[in-house]
């Protein structure tokens, strides 16, 4: 069972794009990245992981290190806020709890592996969560997700739930790490060049694009 | 004794920058800052600060965060690389120890303020620890930075130990806290708006603009 999401390094003229579903820089990317992309005539190969298990394999902790932070923490939601103003996105609803748990999210968007169909559920989860404000840990919210976006909802949950699913996911988190990931969202290239944030995502697509 | 340093908050039509020596992304910005507000029509209001207080004030520790987790830190010195050469600067030089103790510099600036006399001793002291490698935490080599870009290095240094710029010095890290600030460097602008790192300062620079 090979598929695009598995691959390890990205082919030149392709950018890797590792997100995590309770990441707001994630959805900031996400939502964006697709535009910048075509214009960089660069193909997004889409990579879930799961940050909480970096987390704990670098600070031995699952929980994201802005709740450590107040200060700081207040501030990611007021430089989110404007950056949702100055790029025309819905205000944002900050997710209670923070950060949500993107398990089940994250093992649909394995299931979901396709180039066509897994842009079309992260964005639906995404809005759900940081526009709408919803549980993205509760199933049927997923359900309802899937369903109002045109997915076999039954189906896609059985398939999320198969070992083979699961051992994918913990593949792509092990191979994060082991790329130089230790946040989300981050980019790398077919030379393997990390870059970290929503902020560098320009700068990822131009090196996507000299290399290319 | 007044002087820009020691207002709070700018006035319209200004940005205050908050920087620490030992700060890598502090240095990059002062590298670019000067340039684009002349372009954006933005004076820069210069504010040294101590980072370490800070860390001390929301961690516990005075310790850059980037010290207790390595992954992290790998990642910020090639990200620095990559901006340097992206930016036609020279190639840095990991200062060894990192964090350098900048507070004896930091003490020079406040003592130093002054809109034309203030940028050149920053540039030079920045410019001698990320190019030349060199240990800015060493009063001779302050004393030569100062004397080779033409300051009274005595009378400076005499002034840095005056109890008067100490209290300012203090003054300013306890304000950085007040107003919000957990990192450097920052951006503040006539309306409070807090912005950190290099990567936002276009983006405070076009917030000063509209408020101006």
Redesign the interface.
């Known amino acids: 069972m090979t598929s695009p999401i598995i691959s390890s390094i990205p082919p030149a003229g392709s950018l890797a794009f590792w997100f995590e579903f309770a990441s707001p820089y994630s959805y900031l990317a996400a939502e964006r990245v697709q535009a910048l992309a075509r214009k960089a005539k660069i193909i997004i190969q889409w990579r879930p992981f799961l940050l909480g298990a970096i987390f704990k394999h ?2 031995g902790t699952t929980d994201s290190p802005f709740n450590a ?1 107040h ?2 923490k ?2 990611m939601w ?2 989110i806020e ?1 950056l949702c103003q ?1 790029r025309a996105l819905p205000a944002l609803t900050v997710p209670d709890p923070f950060p949500m748990n993107g398990l089940l999210a994250a093992r649909l968007a394995v299931a979901l592996d396709d180039d066509e169909r897994l842009p079309r559920f992260i964005h639906a989860v995404y809005r759900a969560e940081f526009q709408q404000g919803m549980d993205i840990s509760d199933p049927t919210v997923l359900m309802a997700i899937l369903e109002q976006n045109g997915f076999d909802a039954d189906r896609e949950f059985a398939a999320a739930g198969h070992d083979a699913t699961k051992a994918r996911l913990r593949l792509l988190t092990d191979e994060a790490i082991a790329q ?1 990931i ?2 989300a969202p981050a980019f790398i290239t077919s030379d393997q ?4 944030g929503d ?2 995502l320009e ?1 990822a697509l131009e090196w996507a694009q000299t290399i290319a």
Chains 1, 2 share one sequence.
Not at 193 to 196: L, Y
């Open positions: 670098d600070n932070h200060r700081k207040a501030y007021r430089d404007r100055s130089g230790f946040g060049e990390v870059f970290w902020d560098r700068q």
